[in-house]
């Protein structure tokens, strides 16, 4: 049992480029998420999705996309990388939204620069 | 809308020394709070969490929290900390009742020998 895998762990771009940060879990869990960690600032919610097919926009959304074809799998794409996304991104998920009794899963983050 | 917010950045203790992270919340609605924890390097994990009920909540690792309702308050603490409690502590919650959390800007606790 993984849990929630990130890959990659590091990844410099360079300005405009594009890339997938990828996200997989094995918990059969419906809910996953993707945040944004800056110093200073705390995690910030980009995008979330409630189940495949399903997904909404968290608090800073601009910039990214995704998409959640199966349960298992929610991918962010980065289509024109700017320096203000250079972060530690963190894909995360739950069994439940409002069931306060199932934490956040973390995974263990991709740190990327974009210079 | 339900929203946290943490106001030590970073704080410094000897080993031993008491521990409190203050973590304040707007009110909206049913209050679900929650204090995740990073170790260096590692990902978020979950110290404990406060639905109702009891206001004192304890966790992992000795570590408790009180919700103080007249306060709006949900102060994390530790009567002795470890070297080992090194790390980042985010407050989190609900922005309303059925959407993802919102975390505060996170406490770095750096302990020292």
């Known amino acids: 049992n993984a849990g929630v895998t990130q890959t990659p762990k590091f990844r410099i771009l360079k300005i405009g480029q594009s890339m997938t940060l990828q996200c997989a879990q094995d918990?059969?869990?419906?809910?996953m998420y993707w945040y944004r960690q800056d110093p200073g600032m705390g995690l910030k919610l980009i995008y979330y999705?409630?189940?495949?097919?399903?997904?909404d926009k968290g608090e800073v959304p601009n910039g990214y996309n995704v998409s959640r074809s199966t349960t298992e799998d929610f991918p962010l794409r980065l289509e024109l990388a700017a320096p203000s996304q250079t972060s530690v991104y963190f894909c995360?998920?739950?069994?439940?939204?409002?069931?306060?009794?199932?934490?956040?899963?973390f995974g263990n983050g991709t740190r990327l620069t974009v210079t | 809308a339900q929203s946290v917010s943490q106001h030590n950045h970073h704080v410094i203790l000897s080993e031993a020394a008491s521990l409190e992270l203050g973590c304040n919340y707007s009110?909206?609605?049913?209050?679900?709070l929650f204090w995740y924890v990073q170790y260096p390097g590692q990902h978020l994990q979950l110290l404990l969490k406060?639905?109702?009920?009891?206001?004192l909540v304890k966790g992992i690792k000795g570590f408790e929290a009180e919700f103080i309702k007249s306060k709006f308050s949900f102060n994390l603490r530790k009567p002795s900390v470890q070297w080992s409690d090194t790390a980042e502590y985010f407050c989190?919650?609900?922005?309303?009742?059925?959407?993802?959390?919102?975390f505060g800007k996170g406490t770095r606790l750096s302990v020292i020998a």
């Open positions: 989190a919650a609900p922005p309303s009742g059925n959407t993802p959390l919102v």
């Open positions: 918990m059969n869990h419906n809910y």
């Open positions: 406060y639905f109702s009920g009891d206001p």
């Open positions: 009110y909206g609605g049913t209050v679900n």
């Open positions: 999705s409630v189940g495949a097919g399903i997904t």
């Open positions: 995360a998920s739950s069994y439940s939204l409002t069931d306060y009794n199932s934490p956040l899963h």
